[in-house]
């Protein structure tokens, strides 16, 4: 009997119907969309649409990606300068409030504290007589990039197909119906703000407007949004701004929008030949063609990476219900829809060429969205670029690289102006243009690391693909934000350590001086200027240069403050044990070293390890939603795979319809799957897909560690299509049991090939494999000289239980593929 229940559950979860196969990268639902966060998402990086499925009065609410408030400005404070001898003075003196008191005063900027994104305004259809409606289904294909909508009214079958065009760089919305001649609507744009709506002959709306102003800046972001009706059957007239399409078989709607932003100094492009250009480049195409070749531009993005954690009958539910009931129940599949659906959105909302992901993706729909929709570099931002690298995308991660180029442009004169130093420097938060001064005052923008933790994502792409010409390419930045930590870096008097200051611990103060956040020295500003030294001299040895400056910055790297372990077993997140057990602020800065850094490890800083683990459970589960899904790639890599789960559980929780509304630090999941701070945050979305990532597999820690944290409920799966540090991409790994079967890996550079599993493996054959012993010579798996923490005499600090595991050495030839198999 125990045998034919066992049967019977394996056959639950892993077999499945075609229709349930097909739904596996589908978000669908039953009933339109009743608020913005019900509608679904599609985006070429330029151009976004949020498409509601409303069959009487459809709302496709659009956006590009330089619509936003405000024009070229800077927001430096040049009173910093002569103001910070006497601050970081009153920070060594422990005079704290006074400090914060100071630097609001002399150092946060007094014009602009950053721009906002805008929406483009939204596309109207109202069909006539369609509010009375049946058999509604509504989807968003991830795999083909199409959102879909369908009814009948009075027997008849009406379809929408929506997509934005990656090869023509325009919205298309496709309309059908299942009997001739059944198809009428009428069409308009709109928006709020400075816009004039017209139409251009019988076939064609027009929209044209300027940003809004915003703080001390006009406005002066010029679009213009083109759309034109094309019909198959029937008529088409223009009517007091709106098109009238009557009778038709079918009709196409083509959405083109251009603006005049060339670059964050330049707003002298034509806003409607842009528009023109596109559109009349569009609508000479055949929309079967169109479609095909939009899912091909697509697919060379998605299709690189697959994902199979088994199916329940969960897949048989619309999506909004499986969010609902995913924390009490097990529905794997929902899980990778998850993990694909963060990749869905960087390929729609990062192309090269494009502005780099914002806080929102490319997706807003009011003015002035929450936090203006911009960029905030102490860990939002970061976040959103996770997956680039690891799943497969990193001609994605090239918007964020240009940015961080043009702030080290920007910011050398912040820099300069601000604090007399070289090099160049961006505090917490940036826009479209570029500023760099802080904002938001003092207690969130006195934080000078942005560039600092900016810059790791040029060396960190590096090490996947080895490109030593990109490396070159991105130096001089890197050199920069190192020169600009070398001369922001003082002594501090009671260690003789070299710190920054004044800085803070991303917007969290201790209960010693809760009114203040300025601090000197905090850990995840030593953690970043480690890294970013450590990572500028590996830079100039591979490229033989700056032996002066290397050599400088090593000596200042034995200058820096180790790491701390406080009177409650809990990794300091300040230089004193301020720390506060029963703090629950969302922001875990002090565990960078951790994730995304590889300074803790379980295998190599076990008591740092054990630290973080302790610090974690101080801060618990829930919190926004960015937060939860940092925790998940921060129990990832503490090897607690059941751990890393439970906060997915806590993420996937419904906001919204059915759901309710969760509080400010509650997080949780939107009917359509975008993350809730709340509100909407991106970053969410793609912490989420990085922290699945290192449940699957880490490399960053000297080996490919396979399956390193996988939970208790994901024992049988496949994965196909990941990317390793060091060039190596995991064609295929396959696993039962908790135990990998089959593995292959391509290497892309050659050189020495280390594994990591729990169980044996041989080479395909029965070949036996070397047990790897000391350092792995490969130079793409060179682990940081982390210094020995300081421990405090009260501390307990608990021995890390590490699992037992087996590490093989395989030294491989560039473009060769190699099998593992389990070893019987």
Known sequence: MRTLIVFFLIVMVCSCSNEQAENDLK??????????????????????????????????QLNENTIWTGGPNRNDNPNALEALPEIRQLIFDGKYNEAQDLINEKVISKASHGMSYQTAGNLLLDFEGHDNYDNLYRELDIERAIATTSYTVEGVEYTREIFSSFP?????????????????????????????????????????????????????????????????GGSLVSEDNKLV????????????????????????????????????KAVKNDYKQMLKSHISDYQKYFNRVSLDLGQTDSIKNPTDTRIEQFSEGNDPSLAALYFQYGRYLLISSSQPGTQAANLQGIWANQLFPSWDSKYTVNINT?????????????????????????????????????????????????????????????????????????????????EYSG????????????KGAAEFCLDYLVEEPENGWMV???????????????????????????????????????????????????????????LLPPMQIGQ?????????????????????????????????????????????????????????????????????????????YELMREQIKLVGRGGGRRSFQQGGTYPNMFDAHPPFQIDGNFGFTSGLTEMLMQSHDGAIHLLPAMPDLWGSGRVTGLRARGGFEIVELEWENHQVTKLTI???????????????????????????????????????????????????????????????????????????????
């Open 746 to 824: 391509k290497s892309n550079l050659g050189g020495n090939l280390r594994i990591r599993t729990a169980n044996e493996l041989t080479m395909k054959g029965n070949k036996e494999l070397a047990v790897a012993s000391g350092k792995n010579e490969n130079p793409f798996y060179q682990l940081p000289g982390v210094k020995e923490p300081l421990v405090s005499e009260s501390a307990e600090v608990n021995a890390f239980q590490l699992p037992q595991t087996n590490m093989y050495d395989v030294e491989t030839v560039k473009g060769t593929e190699y099998t593992f198999i389990a070893k019987q």
């Open 168 to 232: 023509n760089d325009v919205i298309v919305v496709r309309l059908t119906a299942s009997e001739p001649e059944a198809l009428s609507f009428s069409a308009t744009l709109a928006r709020e703000g400075n816009v004039k709506v017209s139409t251009n002959g019988s076939d064609m709306l027009k929209m044209t407007g300027v940003s809004s102003n915003h703080e001390t800046v006009e406005g002066k972001v010029k679009f213009e949004v083109l759309s034109k009706v094309v019909n198959d």
């Open 382 to 462: 970061e976040m959103n670029y996770w997956p680039a690298e690891p799943t497969n995308l990193p001609e994605l991660h090239e918007p964020l690289i240009q940015m961080i180029r043009e702030l080290s442009e920007a910011g050398r004169e912040t820099a300069k102006t601000m604090y007399g130093a070289d090099g160049w420097v961006t505090h917490h938060n940036t826009d479209i243009w570029r500023i760099c001064g802080p904002v938001d005052g003092s207690y969130w923008g006195m934080w000078p690391m942005g560039g600092v933790w900016l810059s790791q994502h040029l060396f960190d792409k590096y």
């Open 568 to 644: 409650h077993g809990q990794l300091q997140e300040w230089m004193y044990d301020w720390d506060n057990p029963n703090d629950k602020h969302r922001h875990v800065s002090h565990l960078y070293g951790l994730f995304p850094s590889n300074q803790i490890s379980p295998y190599r800083t076990p008591e740092l390890a054990d630290a973080s683990r302790t610090s974690l459970i101080h801060r618990g589960d829930p919190s926004t939603g960015w937060s939860i899904n940092w925790k998940i790639n921060l129990w990832a890599r503490l090897l607690d795979g059941n751990h890393a």
């Open 500 to 558: 920054m200051v004044p800085s803070n611990s991303p917007e969290n103060s201790p209960a010693h001086h809760s009114a203040s956040s300025a601090s000197a020295g905090t850990t995840m500003d030593n953690q970043l200027v480690f890294d970013l030294l450590t990572k500028t001299i590996k830079a100039a040895s591979i490229l033989n240069v700056d032996d002066e400056l290397v050599a400088e910055m090593e000596s200042v790297l034995k």
């Open 245 to 280: 399409v009557s009778g038709a078989n079918s009709a196409t709607i083509f959405v083109s929008i251009g603006t005049n932003f060339v670059n964050y100094k330049d707003i002298s492009g034509d806003a409607g030949k842009m528009a023109e250009d596109y559109l009349s």
């Open 27 to 60: 978000l669908w639902y039953d009933e339109p969309a009743s608020m913005w966060e019900e509608a679904l998402p599609v985006g070429n990086g330029r151009l976004g649409a949020m498409v509601f499925g409303i069959p009487g009065e459809e709302n496709i």
């Open 467 to 478: 490109d030593t010409e990109y490396l070159r390419s991105v130096y001089d930045v890197m």
